[in-house]
C-alpha cells in the first residue's frame, strides 16, 4: 500500500520551462517532506525538503508548495535545464520511517 | 567524504540460488537502511538498523531476506532462495541520526537480475 501518491508518471518540459510534480499522503502523522532526485545508475540524493508548519520552501530553481489542509505538497522546477532530466521521488517521514512515492521521470528538451 | 559503497554492482542468478550484497555505510553513520526498488517503483524499505539493533524489518520477506549488520558498521542483505519477483536493485542507506527525518545517504545500488 503505497503512503504517499505522486504524480505524473512522466512529464517532458522544453529547456526554460516549469516542471511541476505533485505529491498526495493520508497519514497525518507525517512530520517530514523530503524530495529526493535519481539519475539511472545512481541512488538517490536529497533535493530539498520541507515540514508541515512551513508552507513553501525555495532552494535555487526548486521550490516545494505544502498545503496541510488539502494533505499535498508539490516540487516545482524553475528555468528546467536538460541536466534536470531525471526521476525525483517525493517521500514523507513518521515515527522515524520514510515512505517513498512511485516517482516521475522528468526529460528536459533543449 | 567517501559515500555509501555497496557490492557487487551487479548480480545475475537462476531463481532458487542465494545472493548476498554488501554495504559499507559512511563513517560515524548510526543508522543503516536496505531499501528494495523494482523497476519503475519508488524505493521500498526492507529493514533498519539503528547500529547493531534492527529498529524495523515489518517488510523484510523474512522466509528468504536475512539482513545483518556486523559491529554497527557494514552490513549484508542475503536472499536464499530468490524468486522471480526479486529483481530490483537493493539500496543501501545511511544517515547520522535515526528515521527519515534527516537526509539519507543512498549507494548506488546493487542490480539483482533472477532467471
Known amino acids: 500500500q503505497q503512503q504517499v501518491k505522486q504524480s505524473p508518471q512522466s512529464l517532458i518540459v522544453q529547456k526554460g520551462g516549469i516542471s511541476i510534480i505533485n505529491c498526495a499522503y493520508e497519514n497525518t502523522a507525517f512530520d517530514y517532506f523530503p524530495w529526493y532526485q535519481q539519475f539511472p545508475g545512481k541512488g538517490p540524493a536529497l533535493l530539498i525538503a520541507i515540514r508541515p508548519d512551513v508552507s513553501e520552501k525555495k532552494e535555487g530553481r526548486f521550490t516545494i508548495s505544502f498545503n496541510k489542509s488539502a494533505k499535498q505538497f508539490s516540487l516545482h522546477i524553475m528555468d528546467s535545464q536538460p541536466g534536470d532530466s531525471a526521476t525525483y521521488f517525493c517521500a514523507a517521514s513518521s515515527d522515524y520511517k520514510l515512505s517513498f512515492g512511485a516517482g516521475t521521470t522528468v526529460t528536459v528538451r533543449a | 567524504e567517501a559515500g555509501v559503497a555497496q557490492s557487487p554492482r551487479y548480480k545475475i542468478i537462476e531463481k532458487r540460488q542465494s545472493v548476498a550484497f554488501w554495504c559499507n555505510p559512511i563513517?560515524?553513520?548510526?543508522?543503516l537502511y536496505w531499501y528494495q526498488q523494482i523497476l519503475g517503483q519508488g524505493p521500498k524499505l526492507l529493514i533498519q538498523?539503528?547500529?547493531?539493533?534492527?529498529?524495523?524489518d515489518s517488510q523484510l520477506p523474512k522466509d528468504r531476506f536475512s539482513a545483518e549488520r556486523l559491529k554497527g558498521v557494514d552490513s549484508t542483505l542475503k536472499i536464499q532462495p530468490a524468486k522471480l519477483e526479486d529483481s530490483a536493485v537493493y539500496l543501501c542507506?545511511?544517515?547520522?541520526?535515526?528515521?527519515?527525518?534527516?537526509?539519507?545517504?543512498f549507494g548506488e545500488g546493487s542490480r539483482l537480475t533472477v532467471l
Open positions: 538498523f539503528q547500529n547493531n539493533g534492527v529498529v524495523d
Open positions: 542507506a545511511s544517515s547520522p541520526r535515526a528515521g527519515g527525518t534527516g537526509e539519507l545517504f
Open positions: 563513517s560515524g553513520h548510526a543508522t
